[in-house]
């Protein structure tokens, strides 16, 4: 471990210490109390660091910044990482455990667990042989999701404080609460925050950019049916039961969560309830595709019309809800987020994919609402389990790489 790697693990223990998982059970704001106190600690940290406005609003955002040392007018750069860990496992008193020097084999999690690393179960490890590797002791989630995030940015502020030689525009920081319960990130306050474009750092494998994710739906499917005495029945009745079961078994199989993967979209009925009065069918669609999510929901439509026709005794409807859309569209609108971004990786020589999130991420909803903010890879691996690790390496490569977006940043 070299200094600087020491320097990011020395926090990174430190963060993980501090148990702060999220419930996505709870209705306040955030979920759980134990963020607020980590964020208190991380506020005394920033301004003990020499952060400026280091303060935390009424929801739990942490927020600082350093001003801008250039004497002309910069773009603010913003980063963001969370300060919850999921509540799938144990985040409390973790103990990170460090592997110097990995070997390529079986490394050990829990010997009398008989938890172990090893490329079969973890392929990626094979591209970290010789790193030092951080697990956690097998009792507890690693909190590498999002504490690694934090430790960096912490460092990337340090740094940046400490060398005044670097030419920088204002940049801006948060620390934010509820990524895991994905209620967090609606009560951030963008225009507070204040800057141009930013980044989450809450990815995984070194190389990875989160700069697409689903377009987001849900739909109510509500089928009103014809009771009467079963044994009386024919040409009468209409079974609500049957008829969700049909419009169920109507949708291709090919088009399901279950037979699709990268930047296939699906349909998932996720929910029905019903009896011989009536029905709901309750699902969601996601597609990357804006044209082909359309072609979805008018596929759905047709295969209600089609039940419509062939259950004259019925009444069926079918709602369509908007959820989200690709931040894609939104990035290559305001597209200084990807160029400052792409060019900083060719600058660190990181191989990198731009990759489309199965799923909501963060960075997407403050997408939509006009913050563009693609996420970047943050060196964990396998989170939300006992299984979690990282590599000091990859670490130290992302520290690099913030520090370098600061830089080119302020040539914009
Ligand atoms: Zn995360």
Not at 61 to 67: D, E, K, R, T
Not at 201 to 206: I, P, Q, R, T, Y
Not at 378 to 398: C, D, F, R, V
Request: aromatic share 8%.
């Amino acid at each position: 471990m070299n200094e600087l790697q020491k320097k990011i693990y020395d926090r990174f223990a430190r963060y993980v210490a501090v148990e702060t998982t999220s419930d996505s059970n709870s209705q306040t704001v955030p979920t759980t109390k134990t963020q607020l106190s980590f964020g208190k600690m991380l506020a005394e940290e920033m301004k003990e660091l020499g952060l400026s406005d280091v303060h935390i609003d009424k929801n739990g955002f942490v927020f600082g910044q350093i001003p801008s040392n250039l004497d002309k007018k910069a773009p603010a750069v913003g980063f963001l990482a969370h300060m919850d860990t999921v509540q799938d496992y144990c985040g409390k008193n973790i103990h990170p455990v460090v592997h110097t020097g990995y070997d390529g084999g079986k490394l050990v999690i829990n010997e009398e667990k008989k938890m172990y690393l090893t490329p079969e179960n973890a392929p990626r490890l094979l591209k970290c042989v010789g790193h030092d590797i951080v697990t956690s002791d097998g009792n507890t989630l690693l909190g590498g999701d999002d504490k690694i995030g934090i430790a960096l940015i912490m460092t990337l502020a340090e740094h940046l404080l400490a060398h005044p030689e670097i030419k920088h525009g204002p940049v801006k920081i948060s620390f934010t609460i509820d990524e895991e319960t994905g209620t967090g990130i609606g009560y951030f306050d963008i225009a507070h925050f204040g800057a141009d474009f930013a980044y989450t750092v809450d990815g995984s494998e070194l190389g990875n950019i989160d700069c697409g994710n689903f377009n987001a739906d849900k739909f109510v499917i509500s089928i009103i049916g014809k009771n009467c005495h079963p044994g009386a029945a024919k040409n009468f009745m209409a079974n609500p039961v049957r008829i969700a079961a049909d419009i169920v078994s109507s949708w291709p199989e090919d088009k399901l969560p279950e037979t699709t993967e990268g930047e296939e979209g699906f349909i998932l009925f996720n929910e029905v309830e019903g009896h011989l009065d009536g029905a709901t069918l309750q699902g969601i669609i996601r597609h990357h595709e804006l044209e082909q999510f359309e072609q979805f929901k008018k596929d759905l439509a047709q295969i209600v019309e089609e039940k419509r026709a062939k259950y004259p005794n019925a009444k069926i409807s079918l709602e369509i809800k908007k959820q989200y859309r690709n931040m894609r569209e939104v990035l290559k609108e305001k597209p200084l987020a990807m160029d400052v971004l792409e060019q900083s990786l060719k600058d660190e020589k990181i191989d990198y994919q731009l990759t489309q999130a199965r799923g909501g991420t963060d960075g997407a909803q403050l997408s939509l609402r006009g913050l563009p903010t693609p996420n970047i890879f943050a060196s964990y691996e396998n989170p939300h389990g006992p299984y979690e690790w990282l590599s000091l390496q990859w670490s130290e490569k992302i520290f690099n790489l913030l520090v370098r977006i600061v830089e080119n940043t302020a040539q914009k």
